[in-house]
């Protein structure tokens, strides 16, 4: 992980560990909470965020899904759309990857980071229904950061999208799903790259 953050080499090489590890259970053809981690910190540090926060939000977004490997649900896996329940069962992942970070014994931010990462900037998410600015500037970082990362990448429901496409996904649904400062500021950056 590229960071000017320390870490410590085994809490690293364990967190990067536990990261492929649900990579390869999702069904991701890339490091999918890698490349998270490494967007989240380019987004986190053109905020201003302090390092010790934006290493927090790396952790976080490492391990931003162990809930759903924590469930080990085959439908996960499926080459198919999920029905509503297991829809509403998969919502339940947030909260348990929250428990299972709290296992590790992983700071309380980065257990409510993993909890708050599919809140919507309008409410409409879960597990909280956080609105605006009361879901944490880390967890909107991550919301923006990995949906860009899930539609770009090969999933065994469907096909990545083109990066153009995932950017217009993410342009208009700005102000609904993700807070539009973010998603402008991600766009400045994929720009000057």
């Known amino acids: 992980m590229r960071t000017s953050v320390a870490f410590d080499p085994s809490s690293e090489e364990k967190l990067l560990d536990i990261s492929s590890r649900i990579d390869l259970f999702e069904g991701y053809t890339h490091a999918h ?4 981690a490494e967007i989240a910190d380019s987004i986190g540090n053109e905020f201003g965020m302090h390092e010790h926060d934006r290493k927090l939000m790396q952790q976080a977004a490492l391990l931003h899904d162990i809930g759903e490997m924590a469930m080990k649900r085959d439908y996960i896996r499926e080459a198919r759309e999920l029905s ?5 069962d998969m919502q339940r992942h947030s909260v348990i990857g929250e428990q299972e970070a709290a296992k590790l014994g992983l700071p309380r931010s980065v257990q409510l980071l993993i909890r708050w990462h599919h809140e919507w900037w309008n409410g409409y998410g879960y597990p909280d229904r956080l609105a605006g600015e009361q879901i944490p500037l880390a967890a909107r970082i991550i919301r923006v950061a990995d949906s860009f990362c899930a539609l770009t990448d090969n999933r065994p429901r469907r096909a990545a999208r083109s990066e153009t496409e995932a950017v217009q996904y993410l342009i208009e649904w700005a102000g609904l799903e993700f ?10 950056l994929r720009k000057l790259s």
């Open 179 to 188: 807070d539009p400062r973010i998603v402008n500021l991600f766009l400045k």
């Open 84 to 88: 509503d329940i297991e829809r509403l």
């Open 33 to 36: 909470g890698l490349r998270i």
